[in-house]
């Protein structure tokens, strides 16, 4: 699957998401609204990796009451609580493979890794914390469901949401992940036979925080129904994943992302 099949997959399971959440509210009528973002955007080639790839952005939220299926870039989630501070609900992600056409001829000779799909679930609070302005703290957990790494991920983060006068909206968001020792032996070890074939040294990867990010985006009103979106994000690799020659050696823990899309509201 290329990346715009995979951004087609996740829309599909939006939009199928949404048909069921809508028939399930039956306290009373309520209108879907939302937003749907479509834009272009940069990421590493694979994570650890030195160098970019171009891809297609997919996004949006759209809600009912105030339920809500999101689209946010590789990750798919959905809100069942009817609440203005809780949120719970099923989430789904993707983590690009890494296959032997990376620019990294030692990387490459690890051998391929296919693209992993996890599933999982979030909670989050808000709160307001003064006018509009808002925060948001959340917890996330989600384990591989597609025989790719066999582990799982858990992701806490804290997001401040403020808008700026009546058009302009800003959200910082900071986060800190934990891969298991199934997830970091897949993508950060060095075997005997890895060193052979690439040449890195050997090592062996362990469970632990394996990386923290911050992420800024922006949104700017242009009229009622329009909007342009932009964000940029940073991620340090840490603990395994920095030292892993895959990245010491053969990549960067210093990982960027960013993007602009074009944003409808209805």
């Known amino acids: 699957m290329n990346t715009l099949q995979h951004m087609?997959?996740?829309t599909l399971a939006l939009t199928t998401t949404?048909?069921?959440m809508t028939a399930a509210t039956t306290a009373r009528a309520e209108e879907?609204?939302?937003t749907i973002i479509a834009g272009i955007g940069t990421v590493p080639d694979y994570e650890g990796a030195d160098n970019q790839r171009v891809i297609p952005l997919a996004g949006g939220r759209v809600m009912v009451g105030?339920?809500?299926i999101a689209l946010d870039g590789l990750r798919l989630s959905a809100n069942v609580l009817?609440?203005?501070?809780f949120e719970f609900g099923p989430v789904a992600t993707l983590t690009f493979k890494r296959d032997s056409k990376v620019r990294s001829s030692a990387v490459a000779a690890l051998g391929p890794i296919k693209d992993a799909y996890e599933i999982g679930?979030?909670?989050a609070a808000s709160l307001p914390v003064g006018g509009d302005d808002r925060v948001r703290f959340a917890l996330q957990g989600v384990q591989d469901v597609s025989n790719a790494h066999k582990g799982w991920l858990g992701t806490a983060s804290a997001s401040y949401i403020a808008p700026i006068g009546s058009k302009v909206r800003v959200i910082a968001d900071v986060s800190a992940t934990y891969a298991s020792g199934d997830y970091m032996r897949r993508y950060y070890t060095v075997s005997a036979s890895g060193s052979a074939a690439s040449g890195l040294a050997r090592f062996t990867a362990k469970s632990g925080v394996k990386d923290i990010g911050l992420t800024l985006t922006t949104s700017y009103q242009l009229t009622p129904k329009w909007s342009v979106i932009g964000f940029a994000g940073y991620k340090r690799l840490t603990g395994s994943a920095k030292d892993?020659?895959?990245v010491s050696r053969e990549g960067n823990a210093n990982q960027l992302r960013g993007g602009?899309?074009?944003g409808f509201s209805f």
């Open 8 to 10: 087609t997959a996740m």
């Open 18 to 20: 949404l048909t069921l």
């Open 32 to 34: 879907a609204h939302g």
């Open 66 to 68: 105030k339920r809500y």
């Open 82 to 85: 009817e609440s203005e501070t």
């Open 121 to 123: 679930a979030f909670a």
């Open 244 to 246: 892993s020659p895959v």
């Open 260 to 262: 602009i899309g074009l």
